[in-house]
């Protein structure tokens, strides 16, 4: 592609994504659907050529791996065993032999089949993060295990594209493609641990030539997987561990990453959109069933999956129905095995388009969650969690006047041990099975449901409350307390003084605005230390161990869970 074609594609692209941004803006909806609605508008009027489409759907993914890179904690590597290691496993055993199957009774071999079986099995990063923003900044339950498999599906679709851009599937070139994939991966701890340092010490106040370096880094590692005949995706996964920094002195790439993160996530979707064809009856047929594996299939096995690993049935749902997407990684497969030769053509046109269909239903979808939920899959296991709940539960017959704490995250540990230092008689509510142990071993009387279920108020007795205490920040949960039936006093928590106030109007007592509650302890440090200079070491030293109890519990890096 010359640089003309190159500029000239890009005019065309971002020209036909900003006109349908703005249709859903003005409707208030997820750009994905328009972007994949704009591409299908350049690819049906044949702007531009096939060949520039899939180079630059290859750049796009590769800039978004590059950020998926430098998000990677290496800390989270333990939290993702906990919470997704049963259901990723069990989608991959369970799923993925379901979808070789169907694709070999159309008539595919084995290689075609196995690239139909990764399609149906891994998912959207870039879609399911979008869907569920809000749950993930909060650290609720189900967006956690939907980031947690995510994470997984990432990490083996990486391993994936090492091996199967392989010219041949013979056992040297693997090996030797694997080889140099863990070349390229400990160079880039290396300059994790000494490079990127070096740079952000040099670079002084700069965040310029910080952020120039880095792009820097990015060049060299995808040059260095290019001489290695690796696919550009393993290069850019390189380099975003290899920059990765958690010090205050990334701030300014980690800014700059993300505002170019939108230019590039635009040019992937009306990429994959101007791929998509009018359908021959064959296509329409692979793209239909790979589609309903995806949106129907996946969701029930990794429902079950969660459930039987010790979640509630609600969270199970709400983290499997973000989990509905083939993944833009399945497609940097099926492009690098088109290139190669290796992939049908037919299967190629379908995967694409179950891909734009999946994100795009999904998008749809997600308005439709709770009313699902409570209209059928509630019913249908309505006993059964009943029996679960009794079975994991231990509340005092007899209990009155108690309080009742939604939650068992930093706030409501902290409101346990006043509770316990007071002796005041309390139930908690929790639904994580992170949290499970603790509950256990810390808490008097506990309640392990949803407390989005009726059951679990009915288990902790809150008819005779005398206060109902939610530390969770999440309007249906707010909304939820606020339907019981029970003359106690209640005490929310909301994200902004206009959803508080909402709150109150609704009849709450009093609503926790953390924002509000920072700003007037903060004000209540300044004051303590303008007042008596001796007390700023005391202040210290209290706050020091405020932190160390967060670390302790393992608070420290997340927010509260419901």
């Known amino acids: 592609m010359t640089m003309t074609d190159l500029i000239t594609s890009l005019a065309i692209v971002f020209i036909a994504a900003g006109l349908f941004l703005l249709i859903a803006n003005q409707l208030s909806l997820s750009p994905v659907p328009f972007y994949l609605l704009a591409g299908f508008v350049i690819g049906a009027g044949e702007l531009v050529a096939q060949d520039q489409l899939i180079e630059l759907a290859q750049w796009g993914i590769a800039f978004l791996v590059f950020t998926f890179g430098y998000r990677f904690d290496f800390s989270s590597v333990q939290a993702v065993l906990r919470d997704a290691e049963t259901a990723a496993g069990t989608q991959l055993i369970v799923v993925g032999p379901i979808a070789f199957v169907v694709a070999t009774l159309f008539g595919f071999g084995t290689e075609n089949a196995v690239y139909f079986a990764i399609a149906a099995t891994l998912s959207s990063t870039i879609v399911g993060s979008e869907v569920l923003e809000q749950e993930i900044r909060n650290n609720l339950v189900h967006g956690r295990l939907a980031s947690s498999v995510h994470f997984f599906d990432d990490l083996l679709a990486i391993g994936l594209i090492v091996i199967l851009s392989a010219d041949q599937y013979t056992t040297t070139l693997v090996t030797s493609q694997i080889g140099f994939a863990v070349l390229l991966l400990l160079a880039s701890m290396l300059v994790y641990r000494h490079g990127f340092p070096l740079l952000v010490r040099l670079a002084g106040d700069s965040d310029e030539l910080v952020m120039m370096g880095s792009i820097s880094i990015l060049i060299a590692f995808l040059a260095g997987a290019e001489l290695a005949g690796l696919s550009a995706v393993v290069g850019a996964f390189a380099a975003g561990i290899a920059i990765r920094s958690d010090d205050v002195s990334s701030l ?311």
């Open 252 to 562: 300014g790439v980690r800014n700059g990453i993300a505002s170019i993160r939108d230019f590039f996530v635009a040019i992937f979707f009306v990429t994959l959109g101007s791929l998509v064809t009018i359908p021959s009856f064959d296509v329409f047929v692979i793209g239909a069933t790979l589609t309903a594996l995806v949106l129907f299939v996946n969701p029930l096995v990794m429902t079950l999956a969660f459930v039987f690993e010790g979640y509630d049935v609600r969270t199970a749902f709400l983290s499997s129905s973000s989990l509905n997407q083939v993944s833009e990684l399945s497609l940097v497969i099926a492009i690098e095995a088109l290139l190669l030769g290796a992939i049908s053509e037919t299967l190629f046109e379908g995967i694409i388009l179950a891909a734009a269909a999946t994100m795009i239903l999904t998008s749809v979808a997600r308005r439709y969650e709770e009313p699902v939920y409570r209209s059928i899959v509630e019913r249908v296991v309505a006993g059964r969690q009943t029996r679960k709940i009794d079975d994991r539960s231990d509340v005092s017959e007899g209990l009155t006047d108690h309080i009742v704490v939604v939650g068992y995250g930093r706030q409501g540990r902290r409101l346990v041990e006043t509770c316990e230092r007071r002796d005041i008689d309390y139930v908690v509510i929790e639904n994580d099975p992170v949290l499970w142990d603790d509950i256990q071993t810390e808490c008097r009387n506990y309640v392990f449901g949803d407390a989005l279920s009726v059951y679990p108020w009915e288990k902790a007795a809150v008819e005779d409350a005398s206060l109902v205490v939610s530390t969770v920040d999440h309007s249906l949960v707010s909304e939820a307390v606020l339907d019981i039936d029970t003359d106690a006093d209640v005490i929310l928590r909301a994200g902004t003084s206009a959803e508080a106030r909402d709150l109150l109007d609704d009849g709450a007592t009093y609503v926790s605005v953390p924002n509000v509650l920072a700003g007037d302890q903060l004000d209540d440090v300044v004051d303590t230390i303008e007042a008596d200079e001796g007390d700023a070491d005391a202040v210290r030293q209290q706050h020091l161990e405020m932190f160390e109890t967060l670390e302790r519990y393992g608070f420290a890096s997340r927010n509260e869970r419901i």
